[in-house]
């Protein structure tokens, strides 16, 4: 196998998926012992909106719990990851570096969409961890020049690990929870769109992804689930190739599929 770089797309699903890993769970546990040790990892959640891009400083980062209307156990789960303010002055550096406004934030700690999966990858919580914000108005060009400002880290020891999900419709979700149905067909439709022109390192068709592809704003009503996906391409460079290491779908309506490049 060839050795992959330190950048991933994960999916974090639904906070239950803190509780019930599943096979996605395994497969991301196994992807992570193919990469290099890391000195720190940059996380990119959906779950922290910002108008810019945003780094996270603080040396203890706080398990946040984000959600409500779940397993009351998910309110007893810590994850106690520390933070690296050089590592964050780095990310800081580089995102000065390509010319796109930054700021910091010394209070931040981990979201759902941020512990959820690093539980599973990393349980032991021993990697610094860097929060980095999306910014839903900002768009894919600019989630994807993000990635591109943090593409030089990944040469440096850190990791890029973007955490969202293929699909994600809370409306349908919803009401799939209400009334009962099966799966819609436009979640395997849009996910098997994703994977083929990701796997194809086709990045105009991606970043116009909601023009190109009739499924895509029914998928992403509102996309900012998605904008990791195409933080992490950029991340991973030109030249990178991406491989699927899982696909499956999670509670009807959720494309759980995760994606490391190499």
């Not at 990851?81 to 580089?94: F, L, R, Y």
């Not at 067909?185 to 991606?206: K, N, R």
Request: hydrophobic share 45%; with cysteine; glycine share 8%.
């Amino acid at each position: 196998m060839n050795t992959r770089r330190p950048v991933l797309f994960v999916p974090h699903g639904s906070p239950m998926f803190a509780l019930q890993p599943g096979a996605a769970g395994a497969a991301m546990r196994e992807v992570v012992t193919h990469l290099q040790p890391a000195r720190a990892i940059i996380v990119v959640s959906p779950h922290w909106e910002t108008r810019v891009p945003t780094v996270g400083t603080a040396t203890r980062l706080e398990t946040i719990h984000d959600f409500g209307g779940f397993d009351p156990r998910l309110f007893d789960i810590q994850y106690p990851a520390t933070g690296c303010p050089e590592a964050a002055a780095q990310v800081v550096a580089a995102l000065q570096a390509a010319s796109i406004p930054v700021e910091t934030d010394a209070q931040r700690g981990l979201d759902h969409g941020a512990w959820v999966p690093l539980r599973h990858m990393l349980p032991d919580a021993d990697v610094p961890i860097v929060p980095l914000s999306v910014q839903h108005h900002g768009g894919p060009a600019h989630a994807y020049r993000v990635g591109q400002a943090l593409a030089p880290l990944t040469a440096q020891g850190h990791w890029v690990v973007a955490s969202g999900n293929i699909t994600h419709s809370l409306r349908d979700w919803q009401l799939i929870s209400m009334r009962g149905g099966g799966t819609p067909a436009y979640v395997q439709h849009f996910a098997d769109w994703i994977h083929e022109h990701t796997l194809a390192h086709d990045i105009a068709a991606l970043l116009d992804y909601r023009a190109r592809e009739a499924t895509g704003r029914q998928a992403h009503p509102r996309d900012e689930h998605l904008l990791p996906l195409f933080t992490a391409i950029g991340a991973a460079g030109e030249d990178a190739q991406a491989q699927a290491f899982f696909r499956g779908i999670s509670d009807h309506v959720i494309a759980m599929d995760g994606y490391s490049f190499h």
